[in-house]
T-cell receptor, first 115, second 111 residues
Framework: GAVVSQHPSRVICKSGTSVKIECRSL??????MFWYRQFPKQSLMLMATSNEGSKATYEQGVEKDKFLINHASLTLSTLTVTSAHPEDSSFYIC???????????FGPGTRLTVT | DQQVKQNSPSLSVQEGRISILNCDYTNSMFDYFLWYKKYPAEGPTFLIS?????DKNEDGRFTVFLNKSAKHLSLHIVPSQPGDSAVYFC??????????FGGGTRVLVKP
């Protein structure tokens, strides 16, 4: 299957700082990538759709000024959590469908802890 | 409003037997369905998918069945192996490739 990587896998930051998470499709190109977060023992919640060359679209209730998304190329999307607070602590996962396919492949996730 | 539901939060099965996971959906606009396997602190791994124009898709030990009239799909794993122990999510897709996930079913395969 296609490979999606995320970096970093774990990050601890202090409250009020910003954290950037990268999502890369390693062996395919993706015009669209998706960002999810997962709370313990819960399902994945879609946060936003990252579109290459245009603005991201956010799901209802997700603050676009807090979760900045940039899709700079066909293989890279970044999620920046700005002015992080402890309640932003979560597991963030990205996914990408290869162009022309509907199966989505997920990155390994990033565990964010805000202290 | 949960559009995709997995009503069984957990399932325990003996090694070698069949595991059957169920998923129900409400949105008739969904036209593609996927099953993912997930371990803690890892991203979901794609298992198998099915288009709404089919009623069955098989890949090795995994078979997915789709009943459109009942808005129901199921994943059969046979024979179940201890390495299959994980959380399984069904997901549905409408236009735009956005995935809507069910709540997950934790499967435990006992040796």
């Amino acid at each position: 299957g296609a490979v999606v990587s995320q970096h970093p896998s774990r990050v601890i930051c202090k409250s009020g700082t910003s954290v950037k998470i990268e999502c890369r499709s390693l062996d395919f190109q993706a015009t669209t990538m998706f960002w999810y977060r997962q709370f313990p023992k819960q399902s994945l919640m879609l946060m936003a759709t990252s579109n290459e060359g245009s603005k991201a679209t956010y799901e209802q209730g997700v603050e676009k000024d807090k979760f900045l998304i940039n899709h700079a190329s066909l293989t890279l999307s970044t999620l920046t959590v700005t002015s992080a607070h402890p309640e932003d602590s979560s597991f963030y996962i990205c996914s990408a469908p290869a162009i022309g396919f509907r199966e989505q492949y997920f990155g390994p996730g990033t565990r964010l802890t805000v202290t | 409003d949960q559009q995709v539901k997995q009503n069984s939060p957990s399932l325990s099965v003996q090694e070698g037997r069949i595991s059957i996971l169920n998923c129900d959906y409400t949105n008739s606009m969904f036209d593609y369905f996927l099953w993912y396997k997930k371990y803690p602190a890892e991203g979901p791994t794609f298992l198998i998918s099915i288009s709404s124009i089919k009623d069955k898709n098989e890949d090795g030990r995994f078979t997915v069945f789709l009943n459109k009239s009942a808005k129901h799909l199921s994943l059969h794993i046979v024979p179940s192996q201890p390495g299959d122990s994980a959380v399984y999510f069904c997901a549905a897709v409408a236009a735009g490739n956005k995935l809507t996930f069910g709540g997950g079913t934790r499967v435990l395969v006992k040796p």
